[in-house]
């Protein structure tokens, strides 16, 4: 049994790769590298270089590492990116996904874990906001995981096909044993933003919108660390080899964090201060999201461990200045050259 992880090279996707590969899961990974990296991956897990969405590459990989579940983490995240390119998110989350379910179906495959947001509720009218709640979304973005959502139900009724859906909430920290992490370039996450602030790459934080109605005017984000969410991922595939019957998740931990009240647990945790600037609100953002978790403690065996904000933004930093040290490295190596 083998699990095919797409955009495995990237943030979450390399976390759950190494939550596979230290379970002793035998793991094949299909990444494009745009914003992955290959040296993030465990020794022996074999990388395509390529498109989730090219269909003959799938097959060939299902075909020769004998594939029976599928873990898709492949596509693109930021939110105003999407406004100004819905045609682009459209195609690489909801086409690529039509595409790698069409090579999965023709090749037997019938285990799909989904990566999808809380993004499709847009802003709700309950908080915590339960599963079934209405979808709403406000950006292409969560439109285009939604759409994916509705396909990959319809796909699995008519091809037998049992999937979980994990709906994240806001995504943050690293690896605590500082393997992987965030290092994309330009990433737009909240707490990222701030350790490259805390760090002394950023001049300042930008801070859109302090007019909310909420407690200090500014949004409000359930975090999950990364690894308790490759952890969720890892209770889902048991749940479906457990014969599971399909079910859309909420990935939170169901606690409420202002952007203000995060930017001072990494002051804190760095005993550095940086500049905050306020800005207007950013079209597509949502006030508040907050997880209900009852279904997904109920559903899966998952009990998460970094449950604190802090404990978080630590293992953030850790990364962060992991990061820092090595690029000043390559710096120093190529000035003495």
Known sequence: MTVLVTGGA???????????????????????????????????VPLFVGE????????????????????????SVVVPDSMRDPLGYYRNNTVT????????????????????????????????????????????????????????????????????????FNVAGADPLGRVGLATVGATHLLKIAVEAATGQRAKIDVYGTDYPTPDGSCIRDFIHVSDLAQAHRAALSYLRSGGASVTLNCGYGRGYSVLETIEAMRRVSMRNFAVQYAPRRLGDIMTMVADTSRIRSTLEWTPQYDDLETIAAHALNWEEKLFRERLGELQHAASA
């Open 10 to 44: 990237g943030y979450i996707g390399s976390h759950m790769v190494h939550a596979l590969a230290d379970a002793g899961e035998s793991v094949v990974v299909i990444d494009n590298l745009s914003t992955g990296f290959s040296a993030f991956l465990p020794e022996g």
């Open 52 to 75: 989730a969405g090219d269909e003959n590459l799938v097959e060939g990989v299902i075909a020769a590492h004998g594939v029976d579940s599928i873990i898709h983490f492949a596509g």
């Open 97 to 168: 996904t039509q595409c790698l379910l069409n090579a999965a179906v023709k090749c037997g495959v019938n285990r799909f874990i989904f990566s999808s947001t809380a993004a499709v509720y847009g802003n709700p009218d309950e908080v915590p906001v339960p599963e079934h709640a209405p979808t709403r979304p406000l950006s292409p973005y969560g439109t285009s995981k939604l759409m994916t959502e509705i396909m990959l139900h319809d796909v699995a009724s008519a091809h037998g096909m049992s999937y979980v859906v994990l709906r994240y």
